[in-house]
């Protein structure tokens, strides 16, 4: 789409978009020029700074501390996939008392902001009820609140933007509410979700940092407690440095799975011809999901 | 209700705090979404190619580490001695600006095609097709995703305090050292962003009702 905003360049037009694109390459070297000048000039590429990343203690330190990231994002994710599921299931009801209270969880656990949702699970349960809450479970329960909640509406959403005629087909053949849902709607609409519930999950990698503010021992804490050790010349912004190239790299690996399964879907096209596959619908509701 | 009342003063220069940060974070990011979302359709290879790295990046960095940068990092290169305020509103802008670009591509998507045709055939310019034919027209798909990226955005204020800003998700620690229970404290801010995150969630949802366009 984006392509039809002009028209093939003329030989002005070409002129002018070729000074265009020197100016913003010049501007973004500067700028980027100008970070790297400051960090050559701060002494942050200097060999002894970057001696840790030699060191066998420190690379276990940063392995372990990788694992703790990744238990926390495993467990986290399978818990809110399941709290989405049965929360869905609950909105999706048809019985009031039933869908009344989920949904009053759902609007909740999203409205409220997950650093706050861990410090009450952390801070406040340990110190105000004397219950002992490790960072670890305070995190994922948290990861599992706030995305679960987001993750029943994403469900919520697939099931309820299927053509009608799917269940009224259904009930045709004499299915009953459960049948119709596992078997007709749930296949279809996880199928649609699919790339948005990746993309959910990116977020739920990404929030695992959060982890950081109640010292579990991930990767952002372990960077800042070598970034402190003097004896090895204080190197947080190497360790930074390292700490978000992992970060990035495990973030854009799900995303671009995310976008496969995307294109994947939009290429085999929906299972009712007549609806045609619309995208831009399914766009937003990704472009939504994907904020943390 | 103790815990409320007593800290009266404590609750509301942490809420007016956060408000701050996130009304000029907010203006800040629309601002920067919308120059990155300019750079993304426009006919300079270089720039649409600069504007989908960054957002590529960005969208994939957790924001604790945007953060973690500017407070930790920051210092150390010495470049101009900012206020930790000025700081994390420069996280929170660079982080939600790639989330503000998507959101007003996206929209920009929803136009139809002949639209843009229409006005090429009439002889605009890119600058003129953006600006008098497809954002205008843009923007009603683009408000309603707009308004839960700014709400993202509020809640994500909270992780500054996580960094020592002081606004509404540090009060714990104040309570804490004043001997105040922390759950009942916490409890009160929770309700403090609900009161601040449900309006906006209604604005979002009206919004979204009236302006869908049928197409």
Redesign the interface.
């Known amino acids: 789409?984006?392509a039809?905003?002009?028209?093939v360049?003329g030989p002005r037009?070409r002129r002018r978009?070729l000074l265009?694109?020197v100016v913003?390459?010049a501007l973004?070297l500067a700028v980027a020029g100008f970070?790297v000048y400051?960090?050559a000039?701060?002494g942050?590429f200097d060999p002894d700074v970057w001696q840790w990343i030699l060191y066998k203690n420190v690379q276990l330190l940063l392995l372990d501390a990788l694992l703790n990231t990744l238990r926390a994002f495993a467990v986290a994710a399978v818990l809110a996939l399941l709290f989405g599921a049965v929360f869905a299931a609950g909105r999706l009801s048809d019985h009031r008392w039933v869908s009344g209270p989920a949904t009053a969880v759902v609007e909740?656990f999203r409205?409220?902001?997950?650093?706050?949702?861990i410090?009450?699970l952390y801070?406040?349960?340990s110190?105000?009820?004397g219950v002992n809450v490790s960072a670890f479970t305070a995190l994922v329960l948290g990861l599992m609140l706030y995305n679960g909640s987001v993750l029943a509406e994403v469900f919520r959403a697939g099931v309820v933007s299927l053509p009608r005629g799917q269940s009224e087909a259904a009930y045709a053949l004499g299915m009953r509410k459960t049948q119709v849902m596992t078997n007709v709607l749930l296949p279809q609409a996880l199928r649609a979700m699919l790339p948005t519930i990746v993309s959910q999950l990116?977020v739920v990698l990404?929030?695992?940092?959060?982890g950081?503010?109640i010292l579990y021992p991930e990767l952002?804490y372990q960077?800042?407690f070598l970034?402190s050790q003097g004896q090895l010349g204080s190197p947080?912004?190497p360790v930074?440095m390292v700490?978000?190239a992992i970060?990035?790299t495990m973030?854009?690996l799900l995303?671009q799975f995310a976008h496969y399964l995307e294109r994947r879907t939009r290429r085999s096209g929906r299972a009712d011809p007549a609806a045609p596959p619309d995208d831009?619908a399914i766009?937003?509701q990704q472009?939504?999901a994907?904020?943390? | 209700m103790n815990v409320l009342l007593d800290n009266l003063g404590l609750y509301g220069s942490a809420f007016v705090g956060t408000v701050e940060l996130f009304l000029i974070a907010a203006v800040g990011s629309i601002v920067g979404g919308m120059l990155l979302a300019a750079m993304r359709v426009s006919p300079v290879p270089v720039l649409r190619a600069f504007g989908a790295g960054y957002v590529n990046v960005v969208r994939n960095t957790p924001l604790t580490l945007v953060f973690f940068f500017f407070a930790f990092a920051y210092p150390r290169l010495e470049i101009a001695d900012l206020s930790f305020f000025a700081r994390a509103c420069a996280a929170l802008i660079i982080y939600t600006s790639a989330f503000v670009c998507e959101v007003v591509r996206s929209g920009v998507n929803t136009v139809p095609v002949g639209q843009a045709e229409a006005s090429r055939a009439l002889g605009f310019s890119f600058g003129q097709t953006l600006g008098s034919i497809i954002l205008p027209q843009a923007l009603r798909s683009v408000v309603p995703p707009l308004t839960s990226v700014e709400i993202a955005l509020l809640k994500n204020t909270t992780i500054a305090a996580g960094f020592a800003v002081f606004e509404a998700g540090g009060i714990y620690q104040n309570l804490s050292e004043r001997g105040y229970n922390v759950l009942v404290g916490l409890l009160w801010v929770a309700l403090g962003f609900l009161i601040l995150v449900i309006p906006l969630t209604l604005l979002q949802r009206n919004l979204e009702q009236r302006w869908s366009v049928a197409r």
């Open positions: 789409m984006t039809v905003l002009y028209d360049p037009a978009n265009l694109g913003g390459v973004v970070v400051r960090f000039v701060t942050q909740f409205a409220v902001p997950l650093l706050v949702l410090f009450i801070f406040g349960v110190r105000g009820l990116v990404k929030d695992t940092a959060l950081f503010l952002l960077a800042r970034g947080i912004l930074a700490v978000a970060y990035i973030c854009l995303s831009t766009e937003m472009v939504r994907g904020t943390p």
